[in-house]
């Protein structure tokens, strides 16, 4: 069996571009601890190189775009290269995020490298312009020879020439982890330059002196440890879509006529022990291209899309729609695509029941009425201040883009967390025995022990019981407005506890109360 495999240089740069839809041109860099993980052709030809320092990086360059290393993301950019490559040959094996392997396909006229630059064409359509494709008796050869192709070109090892093709290679190419890079390291300071010098070497000292990786490099070179191609099962269809003739005009018939179509998504998915959290439906217009939906949305839920959701959501767009004239033609094609889709365990009722399906549909009701941002739920994130840790996110889409709440946070208030956080802050006053103002100095010295404060503006003087703090804080110091802020916990000699802010030069408020 011949083996072939694709590989696409630079993934995990072209992935963060191609999400946020940036050309693959712009120099750019994925980093992890603030290292150079990967970088593309436009930033290497500017000085960058893999295990740079950011700053290094970025002053060889300074229009790098930087992004932080999300395998994630490039597992899910990925998918779709895998998808193409089946499309043509199936049964792939995803070796990593931009590097694929299949079965060399034999019965192609042309051969092998026209089955490549089948392979490369059909890429190019999706926008990956660098591919490259290596074929060979087995997988550690082909992807020795897919890395030494040219861009969109094949490198085709004939058969049985794999040994004599490995033997010329440097041992460089053994695989970039922690023990090959110290086996690497080893073998040049022992003046074993090639593969073919390792492979001279008795197998038993290979094994006992370089490890587990290069004993199997030294067992390939010399024709055996061939390791067999695991392949994927292709994802099944889940998207599901029901085409009207004639088309229909009116919400609430179309509505009745998805039912079917809805129970068949929500079968299909059950079929493989899945549910759904996110769904894209898209309506087509009479006379318009299957590309272009006239009105597209994607819907979320907290816990997962029944048939009878489906055709609510559904019901609620086309309403939207119609009213809106985002939809001015006759609707001839319903898709249902879930997005996001996970095994049904995870959403299984608990023992005793779960949230009332009535209250669900009834927010989700009033969202499709309102608007997406019409119902919110508080979410925690991230901060120092009571109302830096909560933000708001529309009911039933997932929080992105919060502030880490496991982060220290230095200068942010210690539990228990306050449970009335005010939206604009009280004028207040804290005053000590003397009557002069409580203050804090520039080094967080608090000037004078507070004895009395008057936490609400229309309130009376109240004497303090117990006090802690401060908690300072200076905010945006490198910049012309900076803040410096110190907080306080004040508790009254009537039991109420208040957080309570002093601020440069001389002010203070009533944040939030521990009731």
Same mark, same amino acid.
Do not use: K, N
């Given at each position: 069996m011949r083996v072939m495999v694709v590989w696409c240089p630079d993934w995990p740069v072209v992935a963060a571009l191609a999400d946020e839809g940036l050309p693959t041109h712009l120099p750019a860099a994925v980093f992890h601890a603030n290292l150079v993980q990967a970088s593309n052709a436009a930033s290497r030809a500017l000085g960058v190189r893999r295990g740079m320092r950011r700053r290094d990086a970025q002053s060889r360059c300074p229009e790098l775009k930087v992004y932080a290393a999300t395998p994630e993301r490039d597992a899910r950019t990925f998918e779709t290269v895998l998808a193409a490559v089946e499309e043509q040959h199936p049964g792939v094996a995803p070796l990593r995020p931009g590097m694929a392997a299949l079965r060399a396909p034999a019965r192609v006229r042309g051969g092998e490298p026209a089955a490549a630059a089948v392979l490369a064409e059909r890429l190019?359509?999706?926008g990956v312009w660098d591919s490259r494709v290596g074929v060979a008796d087995e997988l550690f050869t082909a992807e020795q020879a897919a890395r030494r192709a040219s861009a969109q070109d094949c490198h085709v090892i004939a058969p049985g020439e794999s040994v004599a093709f490995l033997r010329? %290679?440097?041992?460089?190419?053994?695989?970039d982890s922690v023990e090959g890079r110290e086996a690497i390291s080893l073998l040049k300071r022992l003046g074993l330059r090639s593969l073919g010098d390792l492979a001279d070497l008795p197998a038993a000292a290979v094994r006992d002196r370089f490890g587990s990786k290069v004993a199997w490099v030294h067992r390939v070179v010399g024709g055996a440890g061939a390791t067999p191609l695991t392949t994927r099962t292709p994802p099944p269809e889940l998207a599901r879509h029901v085409d009207f003739e004639p088309p229909l005009d009116n919400a609430e018939t179309i509505s009745f006529s998805v039912r079917q179509t809805a129970d068949r998504v929500v079968a299909g998915l059950a079929a493989q022990q899945l549910v759904c959290t996110e769904v894209r439906i898209e309506a087509f217009c009479e006379g318009t291209s299957y590309d272009d939906p006239s009105s597209a949305r994607e819907?979320?839920?907290?816990?997962w899309f029944t048939a009878a959701d489906l055709?609510?959501? %559904?019901h609620w767009q086309l309403q939207g729609g119609f009213r809106g004239g985002d939809i001015r033609a006759p609707i001839n094609r319903v898709l249902f695509t879930p997005v996001t889709v996970v095994p049904d365990a995870v959403h299984a009722d608990g023992l005793w029941g779960g949230t009332d399906e009535r209250v669900q549909r009834g927010i989700a009701r009033?969202?499709?009425?309102?608007?997406?941002e019409a119902v919110v739920v508080p979410v925690l994130q991230g901060g120092r201040a009571p109302a830096d840790r909560q933000t708001l996110v529309p009911w039933g889409e997932r929080p992105t883009g919060l502030r880490p709440a496991a982060h220290p946070w230095p200068g942010s208030i210690p539990p228990p967390a306050p449970a009335r956080v005010f939206?604009?802050?009280w004028p207040a006053e804290v005053v000590?025995?003397?009557?002069?103002?409580?203050?804090?100095?520039a080094r967080g010295a608090v000037l004078g022990e507070p004895a009395r404060f008057r936490p609400e503006p229309r309130g009376g003087w109240h004497p303090v019981a117990s006090w802690a703090g401060p908690w300072a804080v200076e905010e945006l110091w490198w910049e012309p407005g900076a803040r410096r802020v110190a907080r306080f916990q004040v508790v009254g000699v009537d039991g109420r506890a208040w957080l309570m802010t002093?601020?440069?030069p001389g002010s203070w408020w009533t944040e939030a109360a521990y009731d």
């Open positions: 190019v359509g999706l010329e %290679l440097p041992v460089d190419v053994i695989e819907w979320l839920h907290p816990r055709v609510d959501r %559904l009033v969202q499709g009425m309102l608007g997406h939206s604009s802050p000590a025995g003397s009557g002069r103002p409580v203050a804090v100095d002093w601020e440069a």
